[in-house]
C-alpha cells in the first residue's frame, strides 16, 4: 500500500511569488493534516480536513494561506504571496478517522522543503 | 511557557543501555499522548501512544504517563544504533489537533 505522498519534494521561490504544495494521502483515509516545521522549531500543526470539509485551521499563520481538498482526496496548500518567513519543511499526514483522536494513527508523509528567497 | 517541552539534547547512550526520554506539558485537558520517531531527513513516524496513567509497554519501548505531574517519558531498552533519531512528543490538543515538542535527538554509540 502506498503511503502519503508530497509533492514536489523541494521547492526554492522568491518572496513575493506563489506555490503550490500537493499531498495525496493514503487511500481511503478520510483525515488529512497540514502541519509546518520552520528550522529549529517544533512541528507545528496548520489545520485538519475530514474529507473535503475543514474541521480546525486554527493553526493557518495568515491569509496568505489557503488549503483545499476538493473531492476529499488529495490536498493542496496554496502560499501566496511567499513571505521569506514561509521557509521551511511542509508535512500532511493522513489517518483512517477514528470516533477518538487518541486512537487515530496519523502517517506522515516525507515533506515538501520550502525556500523563500 | 512552550505547551510541550523537551530537552534538545542530544542524549548519548552506550549500545545496550536504556535511554530515557523526557516530556512535559502545560495543558491539563490533554487526554492522548504520543511518541514520534524521525530519522534524519526522513518523516515522523508514530511509534508509541498512551492515553491512561502507568506504564505501557511495546516491545523494547516503554511509554510512560503521569497526568498529575503533565509528565510523559519514553524508555528504549536494549538500545541499538539504529534507534539514533530525534524522537518527538506530542500531545492531543482538543479535536484531532496536536502539539509537537521540539525534539530530543539521540545517538547510540556501538
Redesign the interface.
Known amino acids: 500500500e502506498a503511503g502519503?505522498t508530497q509533492f514536489p519534494s523541494h521547492s526554492v521561490i522568491e518572496k513575493g511569488q506563489t506555490v503550490t504544495l500537493r499531498c495525496d494521502p493514503i487511500s481511503g483515509h478520510d483525515?488529512l493534516?497540514w502541519?509546518r516545521r520552520v528550522m529549529?522549531?517544533?512541528?507545528?500543526?496548520l489545520l485538519?480536513f475530514v474529507k473535503e470539509s475543514k474541521?480546525?485551521e486554527?493553526?493557518m499563520p495568515n491569509n496568505r494561506f489557503l488549503a483545499e481538498r476538493t473531492g476529499g482526496t488529495y490536498s493542496t496548500l496554496k502560499v501566496q504571496p511567499a513571505e521569506l518567513e514561509d521557509s521551511g519543511v511542509y508535512?500532511c499526514a493522513s489517518s483512517q478517522g477514528a470516533a477518538?483522536?487518541?486512537?487515530?494513527?496519523?502517517?506522515?508523509?516525507?515533506?515538501t522543503r520550502l525556500t523563500v528567497l | 511557557q512552550k505547551e510541550v517541552e523537551q530537552n534538545s539534547g542530544p542524549l548519548s547512550v552506550p549500545e545496550g543501555a536504556i535511554a530515557s526520554l523526557n516530556c512535559t506539558y502545560s495543558d491539563r485537558v490533554s487526554q492522548s499522548f504520543f511518541w514520534y520517531r524521525q530519522y534524519s531527513g526522513k518523516s515522523p513516524e508514530l511509534i508509541m501512544s498512551i492515553y491512561s496513567n502507568g506504564d505501557k509497554e511495546d516491545g523494547r519501548f516503554t511509554a510512560q504517563l503521569n497526568k498529575a505531574s503533565q509528565y510523559v517519558s519514553l524508555l528504549i531498552r536494549d538500545s541499538q544504533p539504529s534507534d539514533s533519531a530525534t524522537y518527538l512528543c506530542a500531545v492531543n490538543a482538543g479535536g484531532f489537533k496536536t502539539i509537537f515538542g521540539a525534539g530530543t535527538r539521540l545517538f547510540v554509540k556501538a
Not at chain 1, 40 to 45: L, R
Open positions: 502519503v483525515n493534516y502541519y529549529g522549531k517544533e512541528i507545528k500543526f485538519h474541521q480546525d486554527s493553526g508535512f477518538s483522536p487518541s486512537t487515530d494513527t496519523q502517517y506522515f508523509g516525507p515533506g
